[in-house]
């Protein structure tokens, strides 16, 4: 348990301890690392399309999918609702024109092809395809060590998170709540404990969480947790401006990760900007958390 531990967190906080001051370098590691998402996901595909009773496979990633984003929602949703009664926004809500929501959830569902593609690939059980989940492996300890630089180098102190209270209490709850699905969720599903926390501690992060728990569960329950954050994504996307006039604390929480970049236009142009520092606090702790608590608990 320790090694596979040390296995995954080595390369994220050998990541996390190198600082960067070139601007430059920091804008190629981005792009490295859009890049290797789509090239785990296209392997994902294929490890996904290799198993055996396909069929009934695919069922049961649909439905750990279902049951694991409609209890996650839930469970965030009344702990978010209890926050804002508990610590209520002071400011007033302001909403600006939106972005085409459409065209952003068509960008999320470019990794869906992506997945699609490698799965159609992996149809054919070409020779050469048997080697893709040993090659996704390695792609992973890359891929954790440019997320450990990304985040270090995010230009996030500890004192700017310590000073933004909305936006720490929301990801506490976010977490605590998630969590707590993940529990429900594996006697839900009859799936051991700790796997169902697992799969709730993406909270979003679809590109990252997806690659972790296929790499630690396999493909059925790494696939589950990826469709499982990308709806989160989508509904987070769609559903904002609604919330954002009844619950700030909601709107902000249930985009998870992603409130610090993907859904952070969406959330300043429905909020205005005084939602978008605690925006930005809240998708870095729990960009932080994911990999640590993915990686305890598949350990």
């Not at 979003?204 to 990308?230: H, R």
Request: aromatic share 6%.
């Amino acid at each position: 348990m320790l090694s596979s531990l040390l296995i995954i967190l080595a390369p994220l906080l050998i990541g996390y301890a190198i600082v960067l001051r070139q601007r430059g370098l920091l804008a190629r590691i981005n792009q490295a690392l859009s890049a290797m998402v789509y090239l785990i996901l296209f392997l994902m595909g294929i490890s996904l399309a290799l198993l055996d009773n396909l069929a009934t496979n695919l069922l049961t990633i649909l439905h750990y999918s279902v049951i694991s984003i409609i209890t996650i929602l839930l469970c965030n949703a009344g702990g978010l609702a209890l926050l804002e009664r508990v610590s209520p926004w002071r400011h007033p809500h302001r909403q600006q024109a939106l972005p085409s929501r459409l065209a952003m959830a068509l960008e999320s569902l470019k990794l869906c092809a992506v997945v699609a593609g490698g799965f159609a690939l992996g149809l054919t059980k070409l020779p050469l395809l048997e080697y893709a989940t040993r090659l996704s492996e390695y792609t992973l300890l890359l891929l954790l060590l440019l997320v450990g630089l990304q985040l270090r180098n995010s230009a996030m102190t500890l004192k700017q998170i310590l000073l933004n209270r909305h936006g720490m209490q929301i990801a506490i709850v976010v977490a605590l709540t998630s969590l707590a699905a993940g529990v429900i969720n594996a006697l839900l599903l009859g799936l051991p404990v700790k796997t169902g926390m697992a799969m709730a501690s993406g909270f979003g992060w679809y590109s990252l969480s997806g690659i972790l728990m296929s790499d630690a569960f396999g493909p059925v329950i790494g696939s589950a947790t990826f469709f499982n954050d990308l709806a989160r994504e989508l509904l987070a996307i769609m559903l904002i401006p609604a919330l954002m006039q009844r619950s700030r604390s909601t709107a902000l929480g249930i985009c998870g990760a992603t409130s610090m970049d993907f859904t952070l236009p969406v959330l300043q142009r429905s909020g205005g900007l005084d939602v978008v520092p605690a925006a930005i606090v809240h998708g870095f702790i729990l960009s932080l958390l994911t990999p640590l608590l993915m990686a305890f608990f598949s350990a």
